[in-house]
Structure formats: structure tokens, C-alpha cells
């Protein structure tokens, strides 16, 4: 990260930025409280991470909802940088302009959360590889993603990540309540957040399934009473009472926050016509969104107030930015596919490399698995890839993937999937490690005791003592001996990493 922000600063100093015509309202300093040499010092050091859609984030956590093309970006992060910037950065706000004090919060707050991911991410691979080495290199792997750039800047995908790789860790930990907190989080911080809700499903589908399967078998296996089958019947109704019950509990605690969100909080302050509302709103402001023509809160009632289900992200999208159904398949959108194909083809590869030694897990939606259930040998290993666990991972970055391709602007595709799975991370791992680092000890149910590898462990002694020496820096430096598949995904994350931080930090399209 440290790299990055030097990589940026240097980018946005020397390079001119581009006119790029996008969101950008002005900024009118209060002139009893004029900019200082602090605010240069800000400006000049963080201004590259205020570009493209991070401007609508430091709008809103400076302005709220004031223009209807801003609904498009959900309220989690633009909020919380707003509350640190009250609370623990409030001391900032007599040597710094609001806004300025609104941008060191958002930093603040994405590299805190990019920390506590990485922590996280580490602790989740762990839990569901089984391998340290893989869960370790994966952490590192994502300190260089591709999308870097937006794990930094005024960006909510940091936060989104954070609340997914959280939901994801409970999940796994069998807290079921946790998960659903934090997947409900992540569907305030970004849309595709709702998707995440297949966990909660699918949890509860592999439930159902084994007890239902384990139900009839032990009735065919077993010579029972009358009285022995009516009670296996009870108990068995019973348990798929519970889990639906729970089902349906977890989807309503999942969707409130977003209803709460879509439907009243957006509603009530859009969906009518208030001229408080709207003559409270800066001159400026006003004559800026006027000038765009641009919906603005309270001044009339916008069409989507009169649909059936009022929601106004889809019309937003559709009306404003042209997102919809193979609507982005233009000639001169080309580039930006040739953006997204590496990102793809990454996505695609995990995909199939999981099918290739799961294919029993994957016909039978994971009732089944393609390892053995009782461990014949202690030293029996497998490839961590072929593990029954990783099949809603899977599914999830195959829709999130076809999702991409078909609706939304293509180039968006690289930072959303990056941030929404940690499987990118893993497979990369997987694939730029050497196979006998890669396999796994087979385990079966009766194992409680589980030994983990120290991390300490897997990482070399001389790479201890320095803080900027890893297993994948050691990749790097000997580049030339690696495998085919290795050297073009380190090419691929370190070319994207340093270009992007380019492109984005100067107002140029990129992902």
C-alpha cells in the first residue's frame, strides 16, 4: 500500500490530469475558515484518490443525497467516512476545510479496512484450504491486486470486501446469526451485495439434503417399530421445521437494512416535493446540478416514485449510465473488454480447474464428494483444490462473472470481482505455487483436533528478518525460473497494479 500511495503521488504530480467531463461539483471554501498550507499538503498527497466514482462518495459523505444519479452509490461507506470524520478526525476540522477532512477519513478508513481484510483473509483460506501456505500467499497476492487502486481511494469496495470476507469467516465458524449481519452490511455498501444471500441458501440447502439423506437411509438400513419410525419421522419434520425457520428469519434480517434503505429511506426524501429540502441545498450546488441536468432532491418527483416496487438503483443505472441487458456490446467499447478478458479468463480457469477435480461435488450441488469419507492413510494427501467447501465460492464468482459480461459496463468487472470473493486470490495462489506446497493431508469427519501450520513456518527465515521480503517478492526477483501460468499472473497483477494507479490517479478510463 505504502507503494502504491508513492506510485500515485508521483503519477498525479507529474502527469497533467485528463478532462475526463464526469461528476466533479465545485467546492466553495467557507472564508471564515480559508484553505491552508495543510489543506495544499492534502490536496497534493490524496487529491489522486478523489477520481471518477470517488467523487460521488466524498459528495455524499460531505452533502448527503443531493442529486438522483448519486442513489446509484449505497450509503455503508460514504456514512461511516462521514461519522470519522465527526468523531476521531473531528480535531481536523479546525486546521483543514471540511471537505479535505472528508478525504483523510476516507483513506483512513479504506486502509483500515484493508489491513483488517488481509487479516481476515488469511483466516478464512486457512479455515477452508486447510493449507497455511496457500491462505498465506493469497494475503499477499491481494496487497498487489489488480485493483488496487480501488481498495485505496474513496471507494467502497475495501469496505464491501471486508464485510463479505467476515460474513464469509462466521459463516465457516458455523455463526450463522454473524454472517447474516455482515452479508446485510455488505448489500448498504454495494448492490451486488445482495447476491451474497446464495451462501445463506446453500448452507441450508447441504443441510437439508444430508439430513434428508441420512433420513431415508437409515429407514432402509435399519428394522424398526412402528413407534422407532414415528418418532424418526417427528424428530426429522422437526429439524426441517428449525432450518427453515432459520431460513426465513436470516432472509428477512438479511433484506431489512436494504428495504429500510430502498424503500423509506430513499422514498422519503426523494419522492416528494419539499422546497425546505430544496432551498436549504448551497447555490452553488444547485446551479451546478441545474447546469448538468441532473435530478435534485425535493425539486420534483422523479418517474421511478410511481413504479409498482419504487426502486431507484435500476432506473438510475439504466437511465443515467445506459447499464441493461447486452446494452455495452458496442464496437467502440472494445477496449474496455480487452480490460475486463484477464480477469475473465482468471475467473473461468478457477471455475474449470474446480470442476476438473470436483466433478462429483458439482453434479450433485455438493451432496456428494470426490474424496474418499473415511481416511484409509495418514500420509494420503489431496490437492487442496479438490474440496467439496469451495463449491458455492465457485458458483458465486461463475455468476458474478456472467453477471458482468451481460449487464453492467464491462470495465467495471476487474474491481468488482476482486473485491467480492476471495477465491481470485486463492486460485492465483494455487497457481503460482509449486504443486508439492499444494496438497493437503486427508482428513475425514472424526478429526476434531485439526494441527495448523505455524505461519512462521511458511515463510523463509531470511525473508523474516525483512519487512519487504516474502515467498511472493521472491517469485518476483527470480522471475525467469518460473512456471508459463505463474509469470503471466504476476505479470498480469503487477501490470494492472502499477497501470491502473496511473490511469486512475490522472482522470484516465480505467477499470
Known amino acids: 500500500m505504502v507503494h502504491l500511495e508513492t506510485l500515485k503521488i508521483i503519477f498525479n504530480n507529474l502527469i497533467p490530469d485528463h478532462d475526463a467531463d464526469v461528476f466533479n461539483p465545485p467546492t466553495k471554501v467557507d472564508s471564515s475558515h480559508p484553505s491552508g ?23 455524499i459523505a460531505e452533502h448527503g443525497y443531493i442529486y438522483q444519479n448519486s442513489l446509484a452509490f ?11 470524520a465527526n468523531t476521531f478526525c473531528y480535531i481536523l476540522q479546525f486546521v483543514l476545510i471540511y471537505r479535505n477532512v472528508i478525504l483523510v477519513s476516507a483513506v483512513i478508513c479504506n486502509v483500515t479496512f484493508f489491513a483488517l481484510s488481509v487479516i481476515l483473509l488469511f483466516r478464512l483460506g486457512r479455515n477452508v484450504l486447510d493449507n497455511c501456505y496457500t491462505a498465506y500467499k493469497a494475503c499477499l497476492l491481494f496487497c498487489i491486486n489488480p ?3 480501488f481498495m485505496v481511494a474513496s471507494y467502497s469496495e475495501t469496505l464491501y470486501f471486508f464485510c463479505v470476507v467476515y460474513g464469509l469467516y462466521y459463516l465457516e465458524s458455523s455463526r450463522k446469526m454473524l454472517t447474516v449481519f455482515m452479508f446485510a452490511l455488505s448489500s448498504l455498501a454495494r448492490s451486488n451485495g445482495l447476491l451474497n444471500i446464495g451462501f445463506i441458501f446453500y448452507d441450508s440447502f447441504t443441510f437439508l439434503g444430508m439430513t434428508l439423506r441420512s433420513f431415508f437411509s437409515g429407514i432402509s438400513i435399519t428394522k424398526m417399530t412402528a413407534k422407532m419410525l414415528a418418532f424418526r419421522i417427528f424428530i426429522f419434520f422437526n429439524i426441517v421445521l428449525a432450518q427453515l425457520s432459520y431460513l426465513f428469519i436470516s432472509v428477512v434480517l438479511f433484506l431489512v437494512p436494504f428495504i429500510l434503505y430502498q424503500i423509506y429511506y430513499v422514498n422519503e426524501i426523494f419522492c416528494k416535493i419539499d422546497t425546505r429540502t430544496f432551498s436549504a441545498i448551497p447555490d452553488y450546488l444547485v446551479t451546478y446540478g441545474l447546469n448538468r441536468g441532473y435530478h435534485i432532491i425535493g425539486d420534483s418527483i422523479p418517474p421511478w416514485c410511481n413504479l409498482t416496487i419504487p426502486l431507484s438503483y435500476s432506473y438510475i443505472q439504466s437511465s443515467h449510465w445506459g447499464v441493461g441487458f447486452m446494452k455495452y456490446y458496442e464496437l ?9 478478458v484477464p480477469v475473465t479468463v482468471l475467473s473461468v480457469g478457477c471455475v474449470w480447474c474446480y470442476f476438473k477435480w470436483n466433478r462429483r461435488t458439482c453434479l450433485t450441488l455438493g451432496m456428494e464428494s470426490d474424496i474418499t469419507a473415511i481416511k484409509k492413510n495418514d500420509g494420503e494427501r489431496r490437492c487442496l483444490w479438490n474440496n467439496p467447501r469451495l463449491l458455492p465460492y465457485v458458483v458465486h464468482i461463475l455468476m458474478l462473472t456472467l453477471f ?16 467480492s470473493s476471495p477465491i481470485l486470490y486463492w486460485f492465483a495462489a494455487y497457481c503460482t505455487t509449486d504443486e508439492t506446497k499444494t496438497q493437503v493431508t486427508i482428513r475425514n469427519e472424526y478429526d476434531v ?10 515463510e523463509k527465515e531470511e525473508n523474516l528478518q525483512h519487512s519487504l521480503k516474502n515467498i511472493l517478492t521472491d517469485q518476483i526477483i527470480n522471475f525467469s525460473t518460473q512456471s508459463f501460468v505463474s509469470k503471466l499472473i504476476l505479470c498480469y497483477f503487477l501490470f494492472y497494479f502499477t497501470v491502473g494507479t496511473f490511469m486512475f490517479c490522472n482522470f484516465l478510463p480505467w477499470t
Open 404 to 419: 458482468g459480461w451481460m449487464f453492467i459496463h464491462i470495465q467495471v468487472l476487474t474491481r468488482m470481482l476482486f473485491s
Open 74 to 84: 449505497f450509503p455503508l461507506f460514504p456514512f461511516l467516512v462521514k461519522f470519522i
Open 449 to 458: 483436533i485439526r494441527p495448523r501450520e505455524d505461519i512462521y513456518k511458511v
Open 147 to 149: 485493483a488496487s487502486i
Open 37 to 59: 498550507a495543510l489543506d495544499y499538503v492534502v490536496e497534493t498527497t490524496l487529491c489522486g484518490l478523489n477520481r471518477w466514482d470517488a467523487i460521488y462518495f466524498i459528495h
Open 332 to 340: 467502440k467499447q472494445i477496449p474496455n473488454f480487452l480490460l475486463a
